[in-house]
C-alpha cells in the first residue's frame, strides 16, 4: 500500500502571511489537528497544529489577530504520494511529528496523511510482512512520539 491509497486529498491550507485566526478556523471547520502552510506554488513551507493556536492564545491574552501563520508555523516531514507507509511511519519520527504531508514530483502539496490514518489502516490489515504497517508498528511510533512530547521517564518512575 502506497501513501496515495491513504492521504487525504482535499486539504485547506494557508498561506504564510495569513493571519493565526484563518488557521483556528480551518482546524475548526475541518475538525483537524493542523493545516499545512504554502507558497503560492503550493509548496510547503510548514504547519500549524491546535495546540500552537492555543499556546498563542494564551500567550495574547487572547488577541491573535495581530500574529500571522508564518510567525508560529513549525517544520512538517514531506513524503511522496508514491512513498511506502513504513517511509511514512520513519518520517514521522524522525521529526516528531504525527502528521505528514504528501507532495508529489514538483514538491506541490496534494495531500495529508496521520497517525490515525495509519492506525485505521494497521487496525483493518494488521500484516507481518515490510510491506506494511502492523498495530505493534503503530504503537511503537506513538510511543515515540509520546515520549518527546512528555520527557518523563517511565521505567525510573516505576522502580
Known amino acids: 500500500m502506497l501513501v496515495a ?35 503560492d506554488g503550493h509548496r510547503v513551507l510548514g504547519g500549524v497544529d491546535d495546540r500552537t493556536v492555543c499556546v498563542s492564545i494564551f500567550r495574547t491574552g487572547g488577541d491573535i489577530s495581530t500574529i500571522t501563520v508564518n510567525s508560529v508555523m513549525h517544520d512538517v516531514p514531506q513524503v ?8 511514512v511511519g520513519k518520517a514521522m519520527r524522525g521529526a516528531h511529528r504525527s502528521v505528514v504531508a504528501v507532495v508529489d514530483s514538483n514538491e506541490r502539496l496534494v495531500g495529508v496523511l496521520s497517525l490515525s490514518d495509519l492506525a ?6 494488521d ?12 504503537a511503537y511510533l506513538l510511543a515515540v512520539l ?11 518512575s516505576i522502580g
Open 5 to 39: 491509497d491513504l492521504m487525504t486529498r482535499n486539504v485547506a491550507v494557508c498561506h504564510s502571511g495569513e493571519p493565526l485566526l484563518r488557521a483556528a478556523q480551518h482546524i475548526q471547520e475541518r475538525d483537524c489537528s493542523w493545516v499545512p502552510v504554502v507558497d
Open 80 to 87: 511522496h504520494r508514491g512513498s511506502s507507509l513504513t517511509d
Open 120 to 125: 485505521r489502516e494497521a487496525w483493518s490489515s
Open 127 to 138: 500484516t507481518a510482512d515490510e510491506e506494511h504497517l502492523n498495530t505493534t508498528d503503530i
Open 146 to 156: 509520546a515520549r518527546e512530547r512528555h520527557p518523563l521517564d517511565l521505567e525510573e
